[in-house]
């Protein structure tokens, strides 16, 4: 029997807007950051979960508020009480009659849940001694449905649907985690596609990225059509015919727009077209997908919930659904997400980059393997080669691969003093910048 | 010349949940709250605007801070340069790329852009002397379209589509004007029908809606379908065959569920059903609508932003629109939602209540009337008789009609005493409180 003793959060920012390292269309100058929570207990010896939202500079600060106004809800709370019944939990939080209309269930407040919800999860794969993928793969079928909110699914998927989905995968399960311990999971990369880069810059990326083994790249787009046009020929050259390219508008068009847009890059061979228009978007992103079938939409990084992600399942509107491990009220709205994708048959190819949204969000294609759809047909993560350094348990991406994490916990935690040196915006890495720290520079973008 | 000197934010909870009056099947027990902002000028002498977002407690301190960290970064600004272009601040705050990332556009940080963009509005209608439906409705059409984000609506509702509903609407402004202030708007009232309440209350209070000259009411609906049939029976039984009685699920259902109990309600000539389910599920209501039409469905005090709206017109899933004034980014943006309304031929019946929703929303229902839809067939605004003593310039609503304000400002502005008094959880009501102030009782619910 243990409690939780104690709760901190910290405003955790790089100033990764100084850098010259990409942009998109619509994120010219991110600080990548972190509104980052630590649960410690009063067990002997004390231990911790830790999880996070992940932000781009301002607003962090009030991201990192309401974490810690949820957050402390829990001192003085039973551990065992919690990490035991996480379904419960989830809906206590989330279902909280007054905290519910802030939301419902979008935004800072339903964020600021997922990153409590996390940090318990994180504890109790460190409990367990497994890396969470591998928790979440032991679970039997009613465990998994159990931690699962249905409401306002039904119209979709009822609760037997989503359970003979997990009772199918039930089958060769030892199998594909010893499967995806020898050989990992697709990984594929953003870092060539930066919207600031120099056709020189793209085109050496390209051939990096080829030499590194990866077997999908994505570009950025939406800017300007002929720039699209030009970098998209100087990618394709480098990559051969047949090559996976996705591209990535970052919200930039109207579906009208979207679609004539598409269509001057059609002859790319594109493998998806991600984010065309509003993430809030269902009869727009239909629309826009009825018009460049068969090219797939992809979208879901800013995808508030899983009711969201049902009406985009239901109307055709998108075909890879793009999970993000903080955007959404973190482990248990993901298995939601992960079953309504298997139950219409549409991969997922998460979202990834930021801060540590790689290490997190690794935990629930590979989960998603083991239990869920029980594949990995058509299905990436995404990968962007940043801040892996200040995480305790950086991911292991190489030959174009994830390779599956064995260190207890769910990937969140970040390195004492990176948490202190970027601290914000009281941290020696802030304090000691040059007075152009805030400098609206072209950087580092959102993948 | 004049610069912003001072912002001040207030966590304002009223503790509603000791009372008993009412409760509604999703929200047991609210302390009706509000985020409460105040921007002071340095001008001679200072002059402040006042805006909010209504909040049912827990997470009202999370709601105050996001207000706050946007708030502060327009102190030292020149307030003529602001409110000389609302729609270039609105544009600013809402497309901030960096703040942006936690929507985006929903949930905290929008509706906190709106209580800052709203008390701009305060400001600028006080300063010329008008109630901002006057200021509104005096502005020429391209200023008023010059106010409004269109982007992600052109594939429902383009440029020259919202500007020639605004040039038509320009014959007979000042009829429509002097027509508000001779007979005001319609008002229905929902005190009747909070589920908490005994059957014999209802009926005195159907009653006394009738006797008070309201020409609607609502009753809250979806905890019980025998008790829902019998208060229903009880409130035909007194109001009459034909009297308009709306009823409110407050999102309890999912979609097959809702078209069921519906029905069984059918027999009670419904004016409308709403909430039925999620405000996240334009699919849902769509099919919802299909199933219960001729019966309107209606929502909206939960709708994010403008991009869901414009779908649940293009779906016909609402057919009454039920903006709430402090949801969605401000006034500007329920300008969006009112010229989608108009373009769609759907009329709107705000959402109010709560605490100050009533002052609020009231100017945009006349300003609609004045400068966009032209109507107020078929349009009423709700009316809770609930905390209006607080505030310096309470609605006039008697003879079952909200009487137009002729006080200049956007109607935000609550006393000081009582700033002082409900400030939580510091302020005497709170610290005199009982032990039992945080109890759940049964209480006052959201309209």
Redo the contacts between chains.
Sequence with gaps: MSQISEVEVIDLRFPTSLSLDGSDA??????YSAAYLIVTTDAAPADSGHGFVF?????N???T??IR?IAETLIGRNVEAIIDDMGGFWKELVH?????????????????IGAVVNAMWDLKAKRAGMPLWELLGSMNPQELLDLVDL?????FMTADDALSILQKAESGKAARMQELRDRGYMAYTTSPGWLGYSDEKLARLCREALDEGFEQIKLKVGANRNDDIRRLRIARDICGEGFPIAIDAN?HW???EAVDWIGDLAEFDLRWVEEP????????HS?IQKHISPTPVATGE?C??R??F??FL??DALRVMQIDATRVAGVNENIANLLLAAHAGVPVCPHAGGVGLCELVQHMSMFDFVAVSGSMDDRCIEFVDHLHEHFVTPVDVHSGRYWAPSAPGAGAEIKPETLHAFAFPEGPKWTELPDTADAKAPAEA?A
């Design positions: 619509m994120n010219p100058d991110p600080d932000t781009i500079g301002r607003g600060d009030i991201q508020e309401a106004v909280d009659s007054q905290m519910r209309w802030l939301g419902p269930e979008k935004g800072v407040s339903h964020m600021a409401r306002y699914l039904s119209d919200q109207d579906s009208a228009t509003s993430p809030d978007d269902v009869l727009a629309y800013h508030q919930n009711i969201l049902k009406q239901q109307a959102s």
